[in-house]
């Protein structure tokens, strides 16, 4: 890997070694992170009535008082694109506690993502900035009335600190993903760094499958001045970073404002890094971040993603796939409501066809080109997939590196792997148990020569992603899933036979559910 780069020299002080594993963070188990965020006192706007459930006399109450009802941005699809992508789907009550069960999952249920709304000319939303409050499912005003950015300002500034995409043009609504970094790092230390951008990323997941739904389009703008940004949201940059920024349309625009994200060609690898763990986060959130001086140098790579590699590895054979034709998004707002991370897997088989319906669903092409008006992953061709199957139907156990051009798993080793992959996941009885596990892997050279060290964002987002839309299909197929955000790094190298510069973003367990 390429040492001069400031995501280079963070993951490998982040790795994970069984030498080390016990070493480093302490946890302060007297002083969690809040899950939530309030902002006292300010003017906000309950979503729950536009909820067709429970009292439908509120509901149809809530709806006769709408200005526009009907609209592609009405507050009842607000309501439902919120509640769906990153809402409270169940509340468990016991000892004096609550636990809240949200939309997407997150690792140590620490949810570090944060949704924010921008809009003007809203029939029943005055112009602003609101966060979306989790808990209360409801849109609070950042700005006290009167004192923020006006609709035509606020989105001038959007655009400007955008770099002008072209998405944003005549835009009069966007959604922002953020991440709070203590919540992840309060348990995970600076590795929580790539815990926000893989949870955040799950949260994204949600969000593609539910915008068309609605009748929307959008694009996924991950090239933006991060300052800028974080002013136009009145929040501290280093603490909480903005990581995309979602404009959204009505569907039928969709071709004209489809693109892509920034990339920076020049001086991607900077040289000042702090070293000390207590400032490993804020080095790489720095280094990732893009500065109003980088803007005459920036170019844009819009709706084009980075090939498919093919031709990885020497193969043993290939089997094709065979989904069963089965839409895992029919229905998808039941299956986010039902979405739970599989506890335990009971070490039994999987059938290659229940393999396929969530490889193809994840993976489908739609994603990366978006002929149904879907948003887009950054820069999906930057990740590669490989499937260790222990037990499914019609395939020999080993290792596969999976091709979804082809829709294939080509074998690259033969063998039971179980115990490496218990071993390799710190010892979680998941990745013994699965009937396959999916590794998410990147090759970290290609991705800084192409984005710089802003890639390392990207590439734990489009993981998450990935991992969403696999934990999506999974409950909708019956079959058990849960990621897996901790592992031996070089571990993982050396089942897979990876290269040098690859190195692993997420891990997938897909079985069957205890």
């Known amino acids: 890997m390429p040492r001069s780069s400031i995501a280079t020299q963070f993951h490998e002080l982040t790795k994970y070694a069984p030498e080390t594993i016990g070493q480093g963070h302490e946890i302060d188990w007297a002083h969690p992170p809040e899950q939530f965020k309030v902002y ?112 035509p300002e606020l989105f001038e500034k959007l655009s400007a600190a955008c770099l002008g995409h072209p998405a944003l043009k005549d835009c009069n609504a966007a959604v922002v993903a953020t991440a709070i970094y203590f919540r992840s790092a309060w348990r995970y230390g600076p590795r929580g760094f790539r815990r926000c951008m893989l949870d955040s990323g799950h949260v994204l997941g949600n969000f593609d499958l539910m915008v068309p739904r609605l009748g929307l389009c959008t694009a996924a703008i991950g090239g933006f001045v991060d300052d800028e940004m974080a002013q136009i949201l009145d929040i501290t940059s280093s603490q909480e970073g903005v990581l995309g920024v979602f404009p959204l349309h009505p569907k039928l625009l969709y071709p004209e404002i489809s693109g892509g994200v920034s990339a920076l060609p020049s001086d991607p690898y900077a040289d000042a890094f702090e070293a000390e763990p207590a400032q490993l986060l804020k080095s790489i959130h720095d280094a990732t971040c893009i500065l109003r001086a980088d803007a005459a140098t920036i170019r844009t790579a819009a709706g084009v993603d980075a090939p498919a590699e093919s031709g990885r590895h020497e193969t043993l054979g290939a089997i094709k796939l065979a989904p069963s034709g089965a839409d895992a998004a029919a229905d998808v707002e039941h299956t986010i409501l039902r979405r739970r991370s599989t506890r335990n897997l009971t070490g039994e088989g999987l059938s290659l066809r229940e393999l396929s319906d969530v490889l193809s669903f994840a993976y489908r092409a739609d994603l990366s080109v978006g002929p149904e008006g879907r948003p887009r992953f950054f820069d999906p061709g930057m990740l590669h997939s490989y499937v260790v199957v222990h037990d499914v139907a019609g395939l020999q156990p080993g290792v596969y590196h999976y091709a979804p051009d082809f829709n294939e798993l080509r074998l690259v080793k033969q063998g039971n792997f179980r115990e490496d992959t218990y071993h390799i996941a710190l010892g979680q009885e998941l990745a013994r148990d699965a009937g396959a596990v999916v590794i998410h892997m990147a090759d970290l050279r290609a991705a800084l020569e192409r984005y710089g060290n802003r890639c390392y964002r990207y590439l734990h987002l489009d993981a998450g992603h990935l991992g969403q839309r696999m934990n999506l299909a999974a409950i909708r197929f019956r079959v058990g899933v849960s990621g897996i955000g901790g592992f031996f790094d070089d571990e993982v190298n050396a089942l897979i036979g990876a290269r040098d510069s690859d190195f692993c973003v997420y891990i997938t367990c897909l079985g069957r559910p205890a």
């Open 40 to 151: 006292r006192g300010a003017e906000s706007v309950d979503l729950t009535p536009y909820l067709p459930m429970g009292d439908s006399l509120v509901f149809k109450e809530a709806v006769g008082g709408l200005k526009d009802a009907e609209g592609p941005l009405s507050l009842i699809n607000l309501s439902k694109l919120f509640l769906f992508t990153n809402g409270v789907t169940a509340v468990a009550r016991g000892q004096g506690q609550e636990q809240f069960f949200r939309a997407a999952p997150s690792a140590g249920a620490l949810y570090p993502t944060e949704l924010y709304l921008l809009v003007r000319g809203h029939a029943d939303l005055a112009d602003g900035v609101y966060n979306y409050n989790v808990r209360n499912h409801s849109l609070a005003e950042v700005y006290p009335r009167g004192l923020g950015p006006d609709g």
